[in-house]
C-alpha cells in the first residue's frame, strides 16, 4: 500500500482503512515514521534501505501465518514500489502458477503452504512522487512524459543511458526518480548531457525537494543550470519537453488546447 510522499496529509482513505484494519505494519523506518500516530498497539517492523527482500518475505510469511499485513511504500506501491516484488516473489514460491486477480493461486506442484495458497493481495494506490511534485511545479505533467530512474542498483547503466536517449529524442516530459546519491554523483550529470543532446539548455526544469512535507523546497531552472542547484535522493526531477514553459513562477507544459 502506498501512504503518499508527505504521510499522513496525503494518505488516502483507503489507504488509512487498511492500515487500521492490519495487526501488523512492515516498513522502511522513514516511512513508517510518516504514520507514526497510526501505528499505536500494532506490531510494527522497520527496517533499512535495501531490505525490501527481507520485508516482503516478512510481510509474506505473516500473512500466510493469518495475520492482516499492512505492507507499506512510499508514493505509490505499484511505482518503483513493492507491489511488484510481492507479486514476483509470490509467483517463485508458486513455481509460475502467479496470481490471478487478487487471489494467489495454488497449482498441483506449488511450493506455497496451504495457507499461502489462499492469500489475499490488494495494492493500495497512493500519491506517487512525480505527482507530488507536478502539483508543486504548476503543470509540467500535462503531456505525454517518461519517468526513469538514474539508480544503477537494479537496472544497468547503459540501459538507464538508452532509455534516457528514447525519451529525449521523442520529445517527452522526462521525470527523473533517484537522481543523486553521496556514492552515485556522475548519473545526474551523465543524464543532464544525454538531454542536452536533444534540448536547448534553455528548456525548464522543476526540482522538487522533501514534496509535500515542512521541508519542503521547490526550485525552477533550466536545463543548462540545473546540476548547480541541490539535488540528492529525496528529489525528484522534472525537465520539460520543446513547448514547456514557465509562465509565474510555474512550470506548465501544454496539452494542445487552442487558447
Given amino acids: 500500500m502506498g501512504i503518499g510522499p508527505g504521510g499522513l496529509e496525503h494518505l488516502t482513505y483507503k489507504a488509512k482503512g487498511a492500515i487500521d484494519a492490519a495487526g501488523v505494519v512492515i516498513g522502511y523506518k522513514t516511512y513508517l515514521e510518516l504514520i507514526k500516530p497510526l501505528l499505536m498497539g500494532k506490531e510494527v517492523i522497520s527496517s533499512g534501505m535495501r531490505q525490501e527482500r527481507d520485508r516482503c518475505a516478512r510481510a509474506i510469511g505473516l500473512a500466510a501465518s493469518g495475520k492482516i499485513v499492512a505492507l507499506v511504500s512510499g508514493g505509490d506501491p ?3 514500489g513493492m507491489a511488484g516484488l510481492v507479486f514476483e516473489m509470490l509467483k517463485v ?16 506442484d506449488s511450493e506455497l503452504t496451504s495457507h499461502e495458497s489462499r492469500l489475499s493481495v490488494e495494492v493500495i494506490p497512493g500519491i506517487a512522487a512525480l505527482n507530488a511534485c507536478a ?12 519517468s526513469i530512474s538514474l539508480s544503477d542498483l537494479l537496472t544497468p547503466r547503459e540501459v538507464i543511458e538508452k532509455r534516457l536517449e528514447a525519451a529525449s529524442a521523442a520529445d517527452f516530459v522526462i521525470v527523473l526518480y533517484n ?3 553521496k556514492a552515485r554523483t556522475e548519473q545526474i550529470a551523465e543524464a543532464r548531457d544525454i538531454i542536452l543532446k536533444y534540448r536547448d539548455g534553455n528548456t525548464p526544469v522543476g526540482i522538487v525537494r522533501h514534496a509535500t512535507r515542512a521541508d519542503e523546497t521547490v526550485t525552477i531552472t533550466t536545463l543548462s543550470k540545473m546540476l548547480s542547484n541541490n539535488i540528492d535522493m529525496q528529489s525528484i526531477v522534472i525537465i520539460g519537453n520543446s513547448k514547456t514553459f514557465v509562465w509565474r513562477g510555474l512550470l506548465v507544459t501544454p496539452r494542445g488546447y487552442a487558447v
Fill in 93 to 108: 514460491r508458486g513455481q509460475g502458477s502467479g496470481v490471478r486477480g487478487q487471489n494467489i493461486q495454488k497449482s498441483n
Fill in 179 to 181: 537522481p543523486k546519491s
Fill in 78 to 80: 505499484g511505482i518503483y
Fill in 135 to 146: 502539483s508543486r511545479l504548476g503543470a509540467p505533467l500535462m503531456h505525454d512524459f517518461a
